[in-house]
């Protein structure tokens, strides 16, 4: 791992005194603001970075706590266990891990109190949504969430109370059915890391892993045309609800996932509880499959080796920052769970990592925003356009922008999904 630099978060209120800054699970940026949400609320939180290119701190966090923002299914703060982040022309997608839970042995636990959590095993309704949250520039002109746009966007949620959810699409399934009564990190079903280009989404699975394979589902979220803070998982013209990539990642599970033009980039790490190892795949031309796909190794590279500790330091998620001029290949931002005591050298603060990724031959290119097109926003060809516009509410490119056939595909399927920024 080429550690460009260091990024200290800091964090305030109950972020802090809940411990949800040191279980952070899901990352994206968005120009000079970081989206980030921990495993153990229903919140996400977004602080600013001092630099969108070479960042070296991040503060000013505020949370945003979902159930004031769609219906939730279960209790307004009970946890949602958020494991991916997307943000995509101007929504702020997350997604919770759609795992049953066993509970965990801890040292001080005798024998009998830790046989009964081994074979305890819980399920947490929030933890079963997909999330579409409408962002706007705030008052202090930042971006925020908000239940309703002034431009009449409203935020939607897949999974409300009583309706279908991922996992019921699933229990039929020959490949995933089988783990769906099996908790997450004992190689049951697991979502861990979100990816969104276009109307599509791109679910990785932590678990289980099929005999070396890993599994990231693309879904197809539409509007219910019942209830507008709703949606549900569409059609793809093939007629499939959902379809399924198999991607061999050496035996690895998804732990997040981050579009790149039309490439993913994919944090992969064990499906079980151990600490490594971890690597970053870069699976190319993804965003053009138009079907399911068994991914071999000539359609995956590695692009890095995360380091981890033991029991410390989980890389958890990772994003794009704008590339700098002085330093093009240090765009990969990296943060992690369970933070060892120098990555939490102040009780508020943890520390992410800018990690050197790709080549000097995509560098030589020059200088493009974290999608991949031109900063002065014509295309480079590297990335895909966004068919909800070309830059976020406070003025910063972002998303994944098409061209050619493959975007006006994508262009004409978004329109009607969702419309345009209404």
Known sequence: MDVAGQVALHFTG??????????????????????????????VERLVLDS???????????????????????????????????????????IGSHALIRRRVKLHHDEAKALRRLGRIRRDPNRYVIVRLAVQPGVDRHPEPVRVARDGRRSAIVGAPGAETLV???????????FLAIPSKDNGFDVEGLAVIGDRLYAGLRGPVLRGWAVVLELRPVDDPTDP?????????????????????????????????????????????????????????????????????????????????EGVDHAE???????????PLARLLVVYDSPSAARHPWPDTVLADRVRI??????AAGPVTADGHAVDGRDTGVGTRDPHGDQSVDGHPHGNHATGAAGQRAASASASTFGRDR
């Open 229 to 309: 803070g709703r949606m549900a998982l569409g059609i793809f013209p093939e007629g499939a609800r959902y379809r399924k990539h198999f991607l061999n990642l050496d035996g690895l599970g998804v732990r997040d996932l981050c579009p790149d033009g039309d490439d993913l980039l994919v944090l992969a790490g064990p499906t079980m509880a151990l600490s490594g190892p971890v690597r970053v795949y870069r699976w190319q031309g993804a965003a053009v499959a138009e079907a399911g796909r068994v991914v071999r190794e000539a359609d995956l590279t590695v692009e890095t080796v995360i380091t981890n500790g």
């Open 14 to 43: 109950d972020v802090v005194r809940l411990g949800n800054h040191v279980n952070l699970s899901a990352v994206r940026t968005d120009g000079d603001h970081l989206w980030v949400a921990g495993d153990e609320t229903a919140t």
């Open 52 to 94: 969108a290119t070479a960042p070296t701190r991040a503060g000013r966090q505020r949370s945003f706590r979902l159930a004031d923002l769609v219906q939730l299914p279960g209790p307004p703060d009970g946890e949602a266990d958020i494991e991916g982040i997307a943000r995509s022309g101007g929504w702020l997608w997350a």
């Open 358 to 363: 790709g080549t000097t031959d995509t560098a």
């Open 317 to 327: 998620g990772i994003a794009l920052l704008t590339p700098d001029v002085h330093d």
């Open 168 to 178: 019921d699409l699933l229990r039929t399934d020959p490949h995933l059915a089988p």
